[in-house]
């Protein structure tokens, strides 16, 4: 096979750490890549204005796979706060990198799994019907759609004069908000395209019928929000009736579904919905299976694809002397990687080393103890994210 440039990514705080542990294990597995390091990140957004340098995107373009550690996301007038004087004044506005990347690469399928590694102590519990401890095996895999719904961009303070007028033509907006001044108006558009919805979906139902899920359930609230929910929901029932007959379709609303979400974990197997609600559902389910510190994702587009954890970049963490924090979604995050790029015997090694790493109990980051994250969580007994990365390299 041949030998692969992947673009690494570290960003910001604690993405270096993560992602330096990922590759540490990756070359221990055996796989043979080059790793072109690419500049992103807060730190580019001060010094530069553009957090996501065109550099960047052309090693992207060229070399099409990226592992991606974290970032750190600031509100408008806090983000322009922290430019550089020379930048200050100069109309920048910051947006989130990974947004930026999944827009401009069509990185629209955004895959989340979500699965019970036995003998984490932070695994779901609940009393059973005789009042027995019960730990639900989850496996849920949360396919969201990446690139449009709420996090489009489409959005606008004190909206221009043509679109306030292009929103009161409808009844409601009228009814509602027709009497309030323009500037005290802050709009976004929640915008589905038949395209990307209908990829979202297939890409879903073809996960399921390959991986042998019985269910796909459309996550969304189409009783409220009637025609963006509405629209992907009618298509997942035609593309079901249609094409997978055999895969039971579910319909649950947002809200209902975070309510269910620690009483029937185990039923659901494959789950779609648009970008907010998937990114929501999607932490509610990492949060079943420990937390954010286990929870891996990637991000499929026709050509390009990005790999990385769930979580944020900790900058609280970020300086400690010894780095503390969970490396394990990192490294699944690569196994994903290597799927992707037909490397399975080596994403299963990894993988099954992990499970046994957490089967055994021997070693556990601070949060598998349950400890408030400090510098003294390592002396307390504690592994470092490298300690760990060394524990599941052992095992391989």
């Known amino acids: 096979m041949t030998k692969k440039t992947i673009v690494a990514m570290p960003g910001d705080g604690i993405g270096s750490v993560v992602l ?34 065109d550099r960047t995107i052309e090693l992207l373009k060229k070399h099409k796979i990226g592992l991606f550690g974290a970032i750190t996301s600031k509100p408008k007038d806090a983000a322009a706060a922290e430019l550089a004087p020379e ?42 019907a005789a009042g027995n401890i019960e730990e639900p095996f989850v496996d849920v895999v949360i396919f969201r759609q990446n690139t449009e719904c709420l996090y489009s961009g489409v959005e606008w303070s004190n909206p221009p004069e043509q679109v306030y007028e292009a929103f009161k033509t409808h009844k409601a907006f009228l009814k509602n908000f027709g009497n309030v001044p323009k500037d005290e108006i802050s709009i976004s558009a929640r915008i589905f395209t038949k395209k990307y919805t209908g990829r979202i979906l297939r890409a879903a139902f073809e996960h399921a019928r390959h991986n042998g899920y019985k269910s796909v359930t459309v996550c969304e609230k189409p009783n409220v929000i ?25 319909n649950t609303n947002i809200d209902a579904q975070m309510m269910w979400l620690t009483k029937n974990p185990e039923d659901y197997g494959v789950i779609v919905a648009g970008n907010m609600f998937g990114d929501i559902v ?51 995050s690569a196994c994903m990687m290597l ?58």
């Open 87 to 128: 930048l200050q004044g100069k109309g920048l506005v910051y947006a989130s990198p990974i947004v930026g990347m999944r827009q401009l690469f069509d990185l629209d399928i955004c895959i989340r799994p979500c699965k019970t590694y036995l003998g984490n102590p932070l695994n779901f519990i609940r009393r059973g």
């Open 226 to 250: 009637r025609e963006t929910s509405g629209m992907m929901y009618k298509m997942a029932q035609d593309m079901q009736r249609n094409e997978y007959p055999e895969i039971a379709l579910w």
């Open 282 to 332: 999607s932490d509610g389910f990492a949060g079943l299976i420990g937390g954010l510190g286990f929870a891996c994702s990637a991000n499929l587009g026709e050509e390009i694809a990005v790999f990385e954890p769930t979580h944020g970049s900790a900058p609280k963490y970020a300086d400690y002397p010894v780095s503390i924090v969970n490396p394990i979604a990192m490294i699944a």
């Open 20 to 53: 330096e542990a990922a590759i540490k294990v990756l070359k221990a597995a055996g796989f043979e890549a080059d790793y072109e390091f690419a500049d992103i990140g807060w730190e580019f957004w001060k010094k530069e204005g553009n957090p996501l340098p």
């Open 339 to 396: 799927h992707h790029i037909g490397e399975k015997a080596k994403a299963e090694r990894i993988e099954k080393a992990i499970a046994e790493i957490i089967s055994e109990g021997l070693v556990k980051t601070y949060d598998m103890l349950k400890m408030t994250g400090s510098p003294d969580v390592i002396k307390n007994g504690a592994a470092s994210t490298m300690q760990m990365a060394d524990a599941i390299i052992a095992k391989l």
